[in-house]
């Protein structure tokens, strides 16, 4: 998630940190501050009710541009944690995390993808475009 652009959106919306935390429901002002300066990142169920709240999808919170999200991007902007994500395509919650790493093995994989696409909303060359990228930060 792009911290300034969490901050420009809360700004536009004229929202204080504490508001846009109470809306979320989420404690106190301090958490919308850790993600606004990039020592935290609010976790999948909480991203879909800030851009609710900012009335923007999901996918703007995020510094890539639609399309280039990684894996992890499109399983947060999808709204999953990893074991649900995992349970929606039918394995473990470490291949997932090995997915989101880079490291996956492409006879697995490739019988998959599919399947991402379908449980993130996505196309499946956007699923195959994401393991491209880098993971971001662990959920």
Known sequence: MDPKRLRSLRE????TQ??????????????V?????????????A??????????SVETLFIAPAGSATLWEQRLSAGLTIAQLAEAVYVSSRT???????????DVF???????????????????QALRGTRGQDS
């Open 96 to 106: 997932v995390v090995r997915w989101e790493n880079g490291d996956f093995e492409s």
């Open 110 to 128: 490739t019988r998959r993808v599919s399947l991402l696409a379908e449980r993130l909303g996505v196309s499946a060359p956007r699923v195959e």
């Open 18 to 31: 504490h508001q846009l935390a109470r809306a979320v429901g989420v404690v106190g002002g301090e958490r």
């Open 33 to 45: 501050s850790r993600w606004e300066s990039g020592r935290s990142t609010p976790r999948p169920g």
């Open 12 to 15: 536009r919306a004229g929202l």
């Open 47 to 56: 991203l879909g009710r800030i851009a609710e709240i900012l009335d923007v």
